[in-house]
């Protein structure tokens, strides 16, 4: 069954069309009026380099690594979200480690290389979701450009520091050093 | 003035002549070019955008991106000239002075404030003074010389897109030209003569005597049909994205393109200064009997700006028509209402009203 398309009977002031474009520019002129006084800051246009848009919780932009307090890295080289990753953009070098206070003397694995490569990635959010230790994060900064492929590699201490201004966090670039020799609490 | 003249040996008259040729052309091409910037921040605040505002001179000083028309002219101008291989090379270059030049010379006889006596001369603010015999004839031949611009533009292009949009446009101009035409015999009836000035005259300062008033069906007329003159939105038939391209100035680029761009706003500037000539009283200033020189200019350029800003209004208010329904209009609706107004208008002068 088609659609009716029902006809619209225009009355003698709308025929003579004058008076709809007349309307028509009152509207319009309406529209100048209302744009032209409204503030640049409340405008639907974000005029991109001076203003940001302030993107939704849960926008999956750049990663973090997140890190505990005393600047240890949370991430724990389970490899998870390089196997959850569909773009294959994740590779991580596991190392054993130990610390007094972190992991009381016993033996632990770290990240020694977490390199995820952003120009594969694709920002789904998997590696996220499939991290156990909330290591990894995907936030909402959405600039990632470099002028080169190789500045676009992110590596370990690159993803620890990306919000590191962000969040008022101090930058690091070593883990902390492990303070006491290992497995002197061990059995 | 006449130290000016004494200054560069020449009389009195010819200096006259001369700043006001120089005045006149440098006003409309300026108000030209700031009327592209016009139009697309206009359109960008009818559609809630902002539009170009970010142009600045040094890269600094932004002025709500009114350097805009300085980034563009410097644009067209350092583009590179490319003319394609199989285009007639003579009405190629020669086309957008076709289109340029009629634009800027309908405005040479139209007066754009009071007459004034200095030192026992009468000074005439029009670049052809009163009296020379053309009156508003002038504008309106000069106009019909605009088909040429576009018709030669699209037929040396040698592009089928180009040739199709220069057919459309000047089967518009042509047809719309009558009703034009019968629009503006009217006002020389009842103006009982056809130089601008006498028509200006016979207005008066009172707003409700302008010849919009009396003639509001011819003053619907002539809007309309300086639409499809000035080949402007709601009747661009040389252009059309969806169907041929660029029209006309589909193989134009840099400097030519920018010409022929340029020329449509002339011809806007020639439009609107024709419609306050002859509907809206000219220079005259409303309820002031006997303005002063700058007043009325004043009064004149006030008048011009906003009939430029309504062809601005209206191309961003409606939709294009189909081709058809133009030449319908032009032809069924325009030339009977304009054919109405003359006659209505002769039977009420012949009845001594």
């Known amino acids: 069954m088609g659609v009716v398309v029902k006809k619209v009977e225009l009355s003698w002031l709308d025929r003579t069309y004058v008076w709809p474009v007349l309307k028509g520019m009152g509207i319009t002129f309406k529209h100048f009026i209302k744009?032209?006084?409204?503030?640049?800051?409340?405008?639907?246009?974000?005029?991109?380099?001076?203003?940001?848009?302030?993107?939704?919780?849960?926008?999956?932009?750049?990663?973090?690594?997140?890190?505990?307090?005393?600047?240890?890295?949370?991430?724990v080289a389970c490899f998870m979200c390089a196997e959850a990753c569909p773009a294959r953009c994740i590779s991580i070098e596991a190392e054993e480690f130990s610390d007094l206070n972190i992991t009381q003397g016993f033996e632990e694995k770290r990240p020694q290389v977490f390199k995820i490569d952003m120009l594969r990635c694709i920002y789904c959010g998997m590696c996220e979701e499939a991290c156990?230790?909330?290591?990894?994060?995907?936030?909402?900064?959405?600039?990632?450009?470099?002028?080169?492929?190789?500045?676009?590699?992110?590596?370990?201490?690159?993803?620890?520091?990306?919000?590191?201004?962000?969040?008022g966090k101090a930058r690091i670039t070593e883990d902390p050093m492990p303070s006491a020799p290992r497995r002197v609490l061990a059995m | 003035m006449d130290t000016l003249a004494s200054l560069l040996h020449t009389s009195p008259a010819l200096a006259w002549m001369v700043v006001k040729i120089v005045i006149v052309f440098s006003a409309v091409m300026l108000l030209a070019s700031v009327w592209t910037w016009v139009e697309r921040r206009g359109s960008a605040m009818i559609q809630d955008r902002i539009g170009p505002n970010r142009a600045a001179l040094f890269g600094r000083i932004r002025i709500i991106g009114l350097a805009q028309l300085l980034a563009d002219g410097i644009k067209f101008f350092f583009k590179e000239d490319l003319e394609p291989t199989d285009v007639n090379r003579g009405l190629f270059w020669l086309a957008p002075f076709l289109a340029f030049v009629p634009a800027m010379l309908g405005f040479a006889v139209i007066p754009f404030g009071r007459d004034f006596v200095s030192g026992g001369t009468i000074y005439h603010l029009s670049v052809l003074d009163p009296g020379n015999g053309m009156g508003m004839l002038y504008p309106m031949a000069i106009g019909g010389l605009a088909v040429y611009g576009v018709l030669v533009a699209a037929w040396s292009s040698n592009n089928k897109w180009s040739i199709l949009g220069g057919m459309r446009a000047s089967a518009a101009m042509v047809s719309y030209e009558i009703g034009m035409s019968l629009a503006v015999v009217s006002i020389f009836m009842t103006t009982g003569g056809y130089d601008p000035a006498e028509i200006i005259s016979a207005q008066g300062s009172l707003p409700w005597h302008w010849n919009v008033v009396p003639q509001f069906l011819g003053f619907i007329v002539f809007f309309t049909c300086m639409f499809a003159e000035t080949n402007r939105l709601p009747f661009d038939f040389a252009e059309g994205e969806s169907e041929i391209v660029a029209g006309f100035n589909t193989e134009y680029g840099s400097m030519k393109f920018s010409l022929l761009a340029l020329a449509e706003y002339a011809h806007l500037m020639t439009a609107s200064a024709l419609v306050v000539t002859l509907f809206f009283g000219g220079w005259q200033v409303p309820f002031v009997a006997h303005p002063s020189v700058g007043l009325s200019i004043l009064s004149f350029v006030v008048k011009l700006l906003f009939f430029a800003w309504v062809f601005v209004w209206i191309r961003w208010t409606l939709p294009r028509f189909r081709y058809d329904q133009m030449m319908r209009l032009g032809w069924k609706a325009m030339l009977p209402m304009s054919m109405v107004n003359l006659?209505?208008?002769?039977?009420?002068?012949s009845h001594g009203r």
């Open chain 1, 132 to 167: 156990p230790k909330d290591a990894i994060w995907l936030r909402n900064d959405y600039e990632v450009a470099a002028y080169d492929r190789l500045s676009m590699q992110f590596g370990k201490w690159d993803l620890m520091n990306t919000y590191a201004e962000a969040d």
């Open chain 2, 343 to 349: 006659v209505v208008h002769a039977w009420l002068m």
């Open chain 1, 35 to 75: 744009q032209l006084f409204t503030p640049t800051s409340k405008r639907y246009t974000i005029q991109y380099p001076d203003m940001k848009k302030v993107m939704p919780a849960g926008y999956r932009g750049l990663h973090e690594l997140k890190r505990f307090e005393d600047g240890a890295i949370k991430c």
